[in-house]
């Protein structure tokens, strides 16, 4: 490899590393609260993979919480957050208030990021608004800088006066 090509693909690595870490800065603000979790396979050395079940609120919309339930691998590199998880994740969205719409909504708009790798791999829940049915609609999904996963899961929420 010549010292040009190099250079090369160390000045698209910066980019695309400024890139990542500019993402990460703006991405919404709303953190999960974890609720529990269960080990589904033994590790000898680190933590055991597991099952984590979070909990967050609608960041827009008050009266909507949303719990997830995802896969956390374990292990040394589980344990030091160099792993990279699984792309297996649900939602399941409930009124458990009145709801109120805080401010304007977007389709697709995202109310929740988490990290699934050290770098380029995200879970994320979005929101659509099925004005037809009145209903709010959350898509659970993972996506890499290169190519997401086509596994996801939906739940709905109808917008009914409390």
């Known amino acids: 490899m010549s010292l040009i090509s ?5 000045g698209k690595l910066v980019i695309v590393l400024t890139i990542t870490l500019t993402t990460m800065a703006f991405a919404p603000s709303v953190s999960a609260e974890q609720i529990g979790s269960v080990d589904t396979s033994f590790k000898l050395i680190g933590a055991n993979h597991k099952i984590v ?9 008050s009266g909507v919480a ?3 339930s995802r896969a956390k691998k374990g292990g040394i590199s589980g344990s030091f957050g160099l ?3 699984t792309s297996d994740a649900a939602i399941a969205c409930r009124q458990v208030g009145p709801i109120k719409i805080l401010k304007e909504l977007k389709d697709g708009e995202k109310v929740f990021k988490e990290r ?3 770098l380029f791999k ?3 829940v979005v929101r659509f608004l ?4 009145n209903v709010l609609v959350y898509l659970v999904y993972s996506d890499k800088l290169v190519d997401g996963s086509p596994k996801n899961s939906i739940s709905t929420v ?3 006066p409390w």
């Open 6 to 10: 190099k250079s090369s693909s160390m």
């Open 53 to 61: 079940i979070e909990a967050f609120d609608d960041p827009k919309i």
């Open 66 to 68: 949303c719990h997830l």
């Open 83 to 85: 792993a990279t998880d």
């Open 116 to 118: 699934t790798s050290i």
């Open 122 to 124: 995200t879970m994320q």
């Open 130 to 133: 099925d004005k037809k049915r």
């Open 158 to 160: 109808p917008i009914r």
